[in-house]
């Protein structure tokens, strides 16, 4: 199947851009600078996190886990839309950003500098939304410090790629992946992994080195070399065959396969089933509007008794356009009906970046979902 647009479905599609209310989170940022200021890192014990709202699914509450020392956010991935992009330029390259002092909790981890900020770029007007007095106060941006609507199309995600405005790239495994990966096995011995959205992310590094298979997939070309160039590793690339306009890179010596096309293309009869989905921001990067497709997706390729965990945020958005996109835990059931939805993390994760986008609360959370038994 080209998408699962046309698959009928019992849930009713959600309004976009529902958020939750700002003043029930606006201890975020003061908890977080106070935490700073004493000496605490993000994943300090020593603070207890604020309580969960009425809506939220039962989870423990914690402390993000900082393993580096310090840092700033959780992010999304790149992600896939419905829009069809134009192929990737194969003389593309990315472009060295200035660097930043700081450091940065990437998707949860964190890491001592960002990769490719470009925090001195000039901000320009994106996704066609027209150019406006930035003292507007109805002027939003999106994480590339762009004025946007929070809509990504396959080229725009592209375009940051070419520009080299990959900050949400991690230099360490996620945190969130390394503490909660034995829920995704469970005893199997040799589980395939699938990594939607992936990047050139080290978490493709960390499972591989654990002897597992991974498959992911990603848009930019960019990515998936960068991916094999930055670890030494041999690979071969193809076109992808019976399938989406696209490629596919192979290590020579390990068993990863990285598909550089639409995530909406993708089906279990090209790329197979999993018994671990490790969703590591590509659902927080969505378009809301495209989060039903996405989900439909995904519930096609987790074998019946696999496991999925997903890392996605909460935040508001009344300046900061996305991605990354807050979720609702509540919106999770309704859109994976057919699956049981257990809140595994619920982390306060404010930090210097995503207090620089104007956000007064930002939390991670995280879940693990399976099919329901029939």
């Known amino acids: 199947m080209s998408s699962s647009s046309g698959q009928s479905s019992s849930i ?39 309580s969960l709202p009425t809506t939220r699914l039962n989870a423990p509450t914690t402390q993000a886990t900082d393993n580096h020392g310090n840092g700033d956010i959780v992010s999304s991935t790149s992600t896939a839309t ?31 500098r960002a990769e490719n900020s470009n925090d001195g770029a000039e901000s320009k007007p994106a996704n066609g939304q027209a150019e406006a007095e ?8 999106n994480q590339f410090g762009e004025v946007s609507d929070g809509h990504m199309s396959l080229e725009d995600w592209l375009e940051q790629w070419r520009k080299g405005k990959t900050r949400f790239t991690m230099k360490v495994p996620n945190r969130m992946l390394v503490k909660h990966h034995g829920k995704l096995v ?14 050139k992310s080290l ?10 298979s991974v498959v992911g997939v990603e848009i930019a070309e ?19 065959k019976d399938g989406p306009q696209g490629k596919l890179f192979k290590g020579i010596d390990c068993d990863i396969r990285l598909y550089s096309c639409d995530f909406f293309s993708v089906t279990s009869a090209l790329i197979g089933q999993f ?29 019946d008794d696999g496991r999925y965990l997903l890392d996605c945020f909460e935040l508001e958005h009344s300046v900061f356009a996305g991605p990354p996109h807050t979720t609702d835990p509540k919106d999770l059931e309704r859109y994976f009906d057919s699956f049981d939805v257990n809140q595994i993390e619920h982390v306060d994760a404010m930090n210097d970046w995503t207090r620089s986008w104007g956000v007064e609360y930002f939390y991670q959370n995280d879940f693990i979902l399976t099919h329901k038994k029939k």
């Open 134 to 141: 930035t003292t507007d106060q109805s002027v939003r941006r």
């Open 82 to 112: 419905t829009t069809t992009a134009s192929k990737e330029r194969d003389t593309a390259t990315e472009t060295t950003p200035n660097t930043v002092s700081g450091t940065e909790v990437v998707n949860g981890a964190v890491v001592t």
């Open 12 to 50: 009713s599609r959600l309004e976009e851009d529902v958020q939750p209310s700002p003043k029930r989170r606006k201890n975020s940022s003061a908890k977080s600078r106070e935490n700073q200021e004493n000496g605490f890192n993000s994943n300090s014990n020593s603070e207890p996190t604020p």
């Open 275 to 303: 018994d671990c989905i490790w969703d590591r921001g590509s659902y927080a990067a969505m378009n809301p509007s495209d989060r039903q497709r996405y989900c439909d997706v995904i519930s096609k390729l987790l074998k």
């Open 222 to 240: 960019m990515a998936c070399r960068q991916f094999f160039d930055g670890h030494d590793i041999k690979y071969e690339e193809e076109d992808i």
């Open 186 to 199: 469970e005893g199997k011995t040799n589980p395939v992994f699938f990594l939607p959205c992936c990047g």
């Open 203 to 212: 978490d493709i590094k960390w499972l591989s080195d654990k002897g597992y």
